[in-house]
């Protein structure tokens, strides 16, 4: 199945190089989780702090237990501050 997978800010960094932009288009098998590619791409759980499924913020609790499914957008933002 295949699912859309952007990073923003610094995570961009963990996508192959030869990518366009700060999204990917991943061909992934059924039942793969946010979590294994949260490790697939070496996030580091702690940079992995906004994460959206179409959309929908999915705590750091649900991760591990949360399929995708085809079609799927996942965005991953790291914590920002500002002033």
Sequence with gaps: MKIGFKLFASLTDHLPPDRK???????VGE???????????????RSAH???VNGH???????ASR????????AIWPPIAGG
Excluded: H, S, Y
Excluded at 31 to 45: D, H, K, M, Q, Y
């Design 50 to 52: 906004l994460v959206l």
């Design 57 to 63: 913020f999915v705590p750091a609790a649900q991760r």
């Design 21 to 27: 932009g700060n999204r990917i288009e991943l061909e």
């Design 67 to 74: 399929a995708l499914a085809d079609g799927d957008e996942l």
């Design 31 to 45: 039942g793969t989780t946010i979590a294994e590619l949260i490790t697939r791409f070496n996030v580091p759980e």
